[in-house]
């Protein structure tokens, strides 16, 4: 702010200045020059108040802005009023306000330039030549001036105000899609940590167990120790149990990076399963053998989001029918609801949309609003991961199932993207590796 007004006085000064030497004009240059160096005196003692890493309050941002539009209209009252084509600089002001501050104090700095600007069409000193003429424009242009910088204070402050919200938006939802990616991506390397620990652990549980079984033998005549050694048995069965339900991959196991296609989808969809209502997952008249494809957290979130809401929406059933080519993969997912709503289907995926249907907020699921955010998310992480998406009702998709269908979202990767085995992402089999011996 303290920038720009030193900028703004720079040219206020040359104007003022230059403006009676090349054109002859007879202006206050007195009242302009005291008005200029008010501006001056405003901004010496703003710097010197406030560092320079100092973030100004709403009101202090807001006194500054309207100090610079009072400023600004008495110079303007200073030389000739709306018959000064400068008279544009008024918008600067108000552009600011819109695009920085609240909408309060947006409409008030709007209606301050109103009332300045409607001042200034009736009262100003005119502005003259050194020979007495007076330079004013015909009273309908004034007018017409008057009509134009009204209209243009209020659309140039809506059109900011509504370009920084999408801004303000979009921001708000890309950071709630990497904070999804980021939880994804870490219960991913959970996964590899735990399979990494239960594969660590198995050999000296082993030993463990071994020495402890040959104390229970060996302490049969001394029923206290062997108590104790029973124990140290039994809790390394329970150590066992536990780890082989975390997992028995190795460390670098490349299950944990990929796996069959329909095991990816029911990974996605297992949180959704046992919400009441009937998630049907098939391979749809696919043929050849079906593909391993990456364990991407932006696949697995992605599609967790958008069979949630297929859930959230349907009646009774969700389908998610799944094909491949030897170009594509596909999935489809289908539910029994009403549908999207036509007027908004060429804006799915818009972050903040609002609710999937004109209807009162749902008590029984307060915590999601629906057809906003969550969609926004999963369609960024699925395109993403290269694929995709097509939203449609179920008019044109009923020979998939015998069933009324509502909404549509079919998902579909070129192959060679998210394949495992061929192409340029293929991770391989891996190698067996002898154990080492004792």
Same mark, same amino acid.
């Given at each position: 702010m303290i920038l720009l007004r030193w900028v703004a006085i720079a040219g206020q000064f040359v104007a003022v200045t230059i403006t009676p030497l090349m054109f002859g004009l007879n202006i206050e240059l007195g009242w302009c020059y005291f008005a200029i160096s008010i501006s001056v005196i405003f901004n010496l003692v703003t710097g010197f108040v406030f560092p320079e890493n100092k973030?100004?309050?709403?009101?202090?941002?807001?006194?500054?802005?309207?100090?610079?539009?009072?400023?600004?209209?008495?110079?303007?009252?200073?030389?000739?009023?709306?018959?000064?084509?400068?008279?544009?600089?008024l918008l600067g002001p108000v552009t600011i306000s819109a695009t920085a501050l609240s909408l309060r104090s947006t409409l008030v700095l709007c209606?301050?330039?109103?009332?300045?600007?409607?001042?200034?069409?009736?009262?100003?000193?005119?502005?003259?030549?050194?020979?007495?003429?007076?330079?004013?424009?015909?009273?309908?242009?004034?007018?017409?001036?008057?009509?134009?910088?009204?209209?243009?204070?209020?659309?140039?402050?809506a059109y900011s105000r509504r370009v920084t919200s999408e801004i303000h938006l979009m921001s708000d939802a890309l950071a709630a899609t990497q904070m999804a990616l980021a939880r994804e991506q870490k219960l991913t390397d959970l996964g590899g940590v735990v399979a990494a620990a239960a594969h660590e652990l198995g050999t000296p549980l082993a030993t463990i167990k071994l020495a402890s079984a040959e104390l229970v033998h060996e302490l049969r005549g001394q029923p206290e120790l062997r108590e104790d050694a029973e124990l140290i048995v039994e809790q390394t069965?329970?150590?066992?149990?536990?780890?082989?339900?975390?997992?028995?991959?190795?460390?670098?196991?490349?299950?944990?990076?990929?796996?069959?296609?329909?095991?990816?989808?029911?990974?996605?969809?297992?949180?959704?399963?046992?919400?009441?209502?009937?998630?049907?997952?098939?391979? !749809?008249? #696919?043929?050849? *053998?079906?593909?391993?494809?990456? &364990?991407?957290?932006?696949?697995?979130?992605?599609? @967790?989001? /958008?069979?949630?809401?297929?859930? !959230?929406? #349907?009646?009774? *059933?969700?389908?998610?029918?799944? &094909?491949?080519?030897?170009?594509?993969?596909?999935? @489809?997912? /289908?539910?029994?609801?009403?549908?999207?709503?036509p007027q908004l289907l060429g804006r799915l995926g818009d972050p903040f949309m609002g609710q999937r249907r004109n209807r009162k907020k749902d008590t029984s699921r307060p915590e999601y609003e629906g057809m906003g955010l969550g969609l926004f998310i999963a369609k960024t992480l699925l395109e993403r991961s290269?694929?995709?998406?097509?939203?449609?009702?179920?008019?044109?998709?009923?020979?998939?199932?015998?069933?009324?269908?509502?909404?549509?979202?079919?998902v579909s990767w070129p192959r060679s993207t998210i394949d495992a085995r061929e192409g340029e992402n293929a991770l391989g089999y891996g190698e067996n590796t002898r154990f080492a011996e004792a």
């Open positions: 973030r100004l309050s709403e009101r202090q941002n807001m006194a500054m802005i309207i100090f610079d539009l009072l400023q600004l209209s008495f110079l303007l009252f200073l030389t000739g009023g709306l018959n000064n084509p400068f008279t544009l600089l209606a301050m330039a109103i009332v300045s600007v409607s001042v200034l069409a009736f009262f100003y000193i005119p502005l003259s030549t050194l020979s007495g003429q007076v330079l004013e424009i015909p009273e309908l242009f004034i007018f017409g001036q008057w009509i134009a910088l009204v209209i243009a204070v209020v659309f140039t402050s069965d329970r150590c066992r149990d536990i780890l082989r339900d975390m997992g028995r991959a190795g460390k670098d196991d490349l299950h944990l990076r990929q796996a069959p296609l329909i095991t990816v989808i029911e990974a996605a969809a297992e949180p959704h399963m046992e919400r009441g209502k009937d998630v049907i997952i098939s391979l !749809d008249n #696919s043929t050849g *053998t079906q593909p391993a494809i990456l &364990r991407m957290p932006e696949i697995i979130h992605g599609l @967790r989001n /958008l069979i949630q809401n297929a859930v !959230d929406f #349907s009646k009774t *059933t969700v389908w998610i029918d799944i &094909r491949w080519t030897d170009t594509t993969i596909t999935a @489809r997912i /289908l539910d029994d609801g009403d549908g999207f709503p290269g694929a995709s998406l097509r939203f449609a009702n179920g008019a044109d998709e009923a020979g998939y199932h015998s069933q009324q269908i509502g909404a549509v979202i079919e």
